[in-house]
T-cell receptor, first 107, second 113 residues
Framework: EDQVTQSPEALRLQEGESSSLNCSYT??????LFWYRQDPGKGPEFLFT???AGEEKEKERLKATLTKKESFLHITAPKPEDSATYLC????????FGAGTTVTVRA | SQTIHQWPATLVQPVGSPLSLECTVE??????LYWYRQAAGRGLQLLFY??????ISSEVPQNLSASRPQDRQFILSSKKLLLSDSGFYLC????????????FGQGTRLTVV
């Protein structure tokens, strides 16, 4: 059975304080690993798809990396507008999500 | 890219009433479709997924059901709602025409009273 575990559950950062979120997974045949951002009361907003170990993708202050067992989402010099819940999901024959990491960035 | 239409955005229903939430997909064919529920402050719980018309897999035992009458239409139903059915329901789509990205609707906030 697919398992996706995200840590930490919550992360409080000062503006400009870089940090990383972790997503560890167990899946039989990974077709893709997704990162999403979700604001309260809204649907998830797509950030990245990673397909194979060693792959990296960047978007503004966010950078996602992938190994065979985990993925990291690095937030560099975050701003208050980066506050959100970040969700990781793995896709083999279905799409399974972790519980998310809620990031709060204080000015 | 794909567009997921999901409605209604909010719904308040009494206990014991029926439910029908509809999701339609544009911009792709033969997608995999999903229904998720998200409780307040929690992650996305996969309820049902479908790889084709009439093919439904259930992940969690419950009083909800799903149907896929057309390639790009996915319906979540209940004959009698429970208080515990309250939550944020999301429809998602993956695959189809070689596309491995995942797209979401904007969700339905269901409150059972």
């Amino acid at each position: 059975e697919d398992q996706v575990t995200q840590s930490p559950e919550a992360l409080r950062l000062q503006e400009g304080e870089s940090s990383s979120l972790n997503c560890s997974y167990t899946v039989s045949g990974l077709r893709g690993l997704f990162w999403y951002r979700q604001d309260p009361g809204k649907g998830p907003e797509f950030l990245f798809t990673l397909y194979s170990a060693g792959e990296e993708k960047e978007k503004e202050r966010l950078k996602a990396t992938l190994t065979k067992k985990e993925s990291f989402l690095h937030i560099t010099a975050p701003k208050p507008e980066d506050s959100a819940t970040y969700l990781c999901a793995v896709y083999d024959y279905k799409l399974s999500f972790g519980a998310g990491t809620t990031v709060t960035v204080r000015a | 890219s794909q567009t997921i239409h999901q409605w209604p955005a909010t719904l308040v229903q009494p206990v014991g009433s029926p439910l029908s939430l509809e999701c339609t997909v544009e911009g792709t064919s033969n997608p995999n479709l999903y229904w998720y529920r998200q409780a307040a402050g929690r992650g996305l719980q996969l309820l049902f997924y479908s790889v084709g018309i009439g093919q439904i897999s259930s992940e969690v035992p419950q009083n909800l059901s799903a149907s896929r009458p057309q390639d790009r239409q996915f319906i979540l139903s209940s004959k009698k709602l429970l208080l515990s059915d309250s939550g944020f329901y999301l429809c998602a789509s993956t695959g189809g025409a070689g596309d491995t990205e995942a797209f979401f609707g904007q969700g339905t906030r269901l409150t059972v009273v």
